[in-house]
């Protein structure tokens, strides 16, 4: 199963200082606006997102269609396909896409209680 670019959004408290700190480590920012209390920081091929009052806990985040340069793959699977295919393995979603074509995405947590986003863009 293809679950497409990889990160973790953390929930942070102060997005400014989070971005101070993670830059301190060799990231810089890759997309998001600061302003709107998100940013996407990259260091090589790893991928974080800091979220300021947007998600209540840290989670793990993979994009279908996206390598991890935030460049749209041809070939992936689609969000709703991933969706049939855990259901079938008897996953328990937390909440499920549309029938729809194009962005949707679902929510799934893991036995530990870690929040996982399958989020598709287009």
């Known amino acids: ?3 497409g670019a990889f990160s973790i959004s953390l929930a942070v408290k102060d997005i400014a200082a989070s971005r101070a700190f993670y830059e301190k480590l060799g990231f810089v ?3 998001g606006d600061q302003d709107q209390k998100w940013l996407i920081l990259k260091n090589g091929e790893t991928l974080i997102g800091l979220f300021e009052g947007m998600f209540p806990q840290n989670m793990l985040t993979f994009n279908p269609g996206w ?3 935030g460049q749209n793959l ?3 699977a689609d969000v709703r396909d991933i969706q049939k295919s855990l259901l ?3 996953v328990q979603l937390d909440s499920q896409a549309d029938d729809g074509e194009g962005p949707a ?3 799934l947590t893991d036995p530990d209680g870690n929040p996982i986003l ?3 863009h287009r």
Do not use: E
Request: no cysteine; charged share 30%.
């Open 1 to 3: 199963m293809k679950l």
């Open 29 to 31: 920012q890759f997309a």
């Open 67 to 69: 390598d991890q340069d």
């Open 74 to 76: 041809d070939d992936f």
């Open 88 to 90: 079938a393995a008897g």
């Open 105 to 107: 995405n679902i929510m």
């Open 118 to 120: 399958i989020d598709q």
